[in-house]
């Protein structure tokens, strides 16, 4: 009894975080799946590093270190990119194919028929977006390579329509492929959303190298500090954005046959609507929109000078480029949260469960009151990934670090993929009388 009590003191003393990962270490299945997890994204990083034949190391080296576009791609692709990885790419051709895909499926009628058939449905869709990943990640590879060999990194490839530039290509798009069937292992079998965790692996595994570059080479201190404190208060910002929601009331009402005789029963509860609801998906695709235009300019740079000029104006240091960027980032915030709002129909699926708004009339004054909500509190997400994506420019103007510049798409990445992995985790947890990591 006594050895009992102390047990029971010694792991009341722990911190809740660590307590929790203890306890999800002593559940069998559990730990099979975070050990599956980890396995995968070890093999990921493996996969980075084996790279594309006839390159030189050391014109890759200084192509990155004069280009700000391919250090900015390098980061998405957890520097892959840098050493001219099978992965290079990264899994953003399926993202993009994911994006495309959720946009056209409220368009065009037979998706939309398609969306609405239940599993089958979402399986056959899954089918054609791999289908348009493909491609994708074939002009994306094509592009890079053009990018790569005008600045002399492929001394030995005559690149152009032949079967050694055919072959690199083909061997980046089965590595973007690769990739995704390690991210879908890991939802099905891991723990937390497989596509967003190699993500964040990359994105980790790139953080040290920055901190090197940007810091420990030039012994700076001071710009090291300022680097922590800028990733506390995006870490808090982030965390407050993403948990933070408008909580519509709901009441129920339904009959019930009990003792010979109808009675009305009812109950009350809440339709959560976040602030973020689009999460970080804005961000990466405005990113990417605004990359493209300097990506292509690049090619033609050395003989055009509008194409330089293009290039200068949308360097990723430059104000034009981050303006843009937060443009587009509210444009896509509330045109992907509509999206998704509109595919969930919560006034219908509200009126055929016997649930009603207080105050608001069912069907489509329930739909309009939602509409306006959702547009109100939207705003509010929308200005935070915009101020997150403007905030590097702001705070290397200010101290002059460049590392900084892209620390804040970053951080809003990997804190958004830890806390649904969290939430995923403490799910499970609580499924077996648990306490989990989120309070």
Known sequence: ????????????????????????????????KILFTLAMLVIFRFVAHVP?????????????????ILGFLNLFSGGA??????????????????????????????????????????????????????????????????????????????????????????????????LVWLGELITERGLGNGISLII????????????????????????????????????????????????VPVQYGRSVFRGGRMQRQSGSTFLPLRVNSAGMIPLIFAFSIVILPATVASYFSNTNAAARLVTDLLSPNGLVYYMLVVFLVVIFTFFYTMVVFQQQNL???????????P??????????????????????????????????????????????TISATALLIMVGVALDTMRQLEAQLLMRNYEGFIR
């Open 1 to 32: 009894m006594v050895r009992q009590t102390q047990a029971f003191k010694q792991e009341s003393s722990r911190p809740r975080l660590i307590q929790s990962m203890i306890d999800a270490m002593r559940v069998p299945d559990l730990r099979t």
């Open 347 to 357: 006034a219908e699926n509200l009126q055929r469960n016997g649930g009603f708004i």
């Open 359 to 404: 105050g608001i009339r069912p069907g489509k004054p329930t739909k309009d009151y939602l509409n306006r909500v959702i547009i109100r509190i939207t705003w509010g997400g929308a200005l935070f990934l915009g101020f997150v994506a403007f905030l590097p420019w702001l705070v290397t103007q200010a101290t002059d670090i460049r590392a900084l």
């Open 200 to 247: 964040f692996g990359g994105i980790v595994a790139s953080v040290p190298s920055i901190i090197g570059q940007g810091f420990l080479e030039r012994d700076d201190a001071g710009g090291l500090l300022l680097l922590a404190a800028f990733g506390i208060g995006i870490i808090y910002l982030v965390v407050l954005f993403t948990e933070a929601q408008r909580r």
């Open 52 to 68: 594309v034949p006839g390159v030189d190391p050391q014109a890759l080296s200084q192509a990155f270190e004069q280009s700000a």
């Open 81 to 178: 990119l840098a050493n001219l990885s099978v992965a290079a790419l990264g899994v953003y051709p399926y993202i993009t194919a994911s994006i495309v895909m959720q946009i056209l499926t409220p368009v065009i009628p037979s998706l939309k028929a398609l969306s609405q058939e239940g599993e089958f449905g979402r399986q056959r869709i899954n089918q054609y977006t791999h289908y348009l990943a493909v491609p994708i990640a074939a002009l994306q590879a094509w592009g890079q390579l053009t990018l790569l060999q005008q600045s002399g990194v492929l001394p030995g490839v005559d690149f152009g329509l032949n079967l050694g530039t055919l072959a690199m290509i083909f061997s980046m798009v089965a590595g973007t492929m690769f």
